[in-house]
């Protein structure tokens, strides 16, 4: 069993997965996530500033929801969050499109069997070498 300290309140707690946050403070979380999810129904347009304002919650961690597909921006809203691989604006996740189909064919290309190369003959073939058959 592993115990760690809590990083939101500093308590002990016997760590299994997920964040480093006691079972308390992991409920306190979601209750806030909760919230921001209710404030964002409501307010479809509000920035990451804003709701962090409203909600006394870090933009950090808003980001954070975003980048797990917990939360995202509406199609219509003009805000969003950057492709952690090219900075093009997406509204959910961590990146675009394009940047996740490249990704995708280069893992794929990656893990395609490779054919075998064709054993070369050590023998050299020649006019000489090769089969002759008499006329009759």
């Not at 090219?86 to 394009?98: A, E, H, M």
Request: aromatic share 8%; proline share 5%; hydrophobic share 25%.
């Amino acid at each position: 069993m592993d115990v760690r300290n809590c990083r939101g309140c500093g308590r002990l707690f016997n760590y299994l997965q997920g964040p480093h946050l006691c079972p308390a403070c992991m409920q306190k979380l979601e209750e806030k996530f909760s919230q921001v999810k209710d404030y964002l129904e409501d307010n479809p347009h509000a920035t990451i500033p804003e709701i962090a304002k409203d909600n006394e919650v870090s933009t950090r961690q808003i980001e954070q929801w975003v980048r797990e597909e917990r939360l995202y921006f509406s199609d219509d809203s003009p805000y969003g969050i950057g492709c952690e691989r090219c900075g093009k604006i997406i509204k959910t996740g961590r990146f675009c499109d394009s940047c996740r189909n490249d990704m995708a064919n280069t893992f794929q290309n990656a893990y395609q069997k490779k054919e075998a190369p064709k054993p070369k003959s050590s023998r050299v073939t020649s006019e000489r070498d090769k089969m002759r058959y008499l006329d009759r």
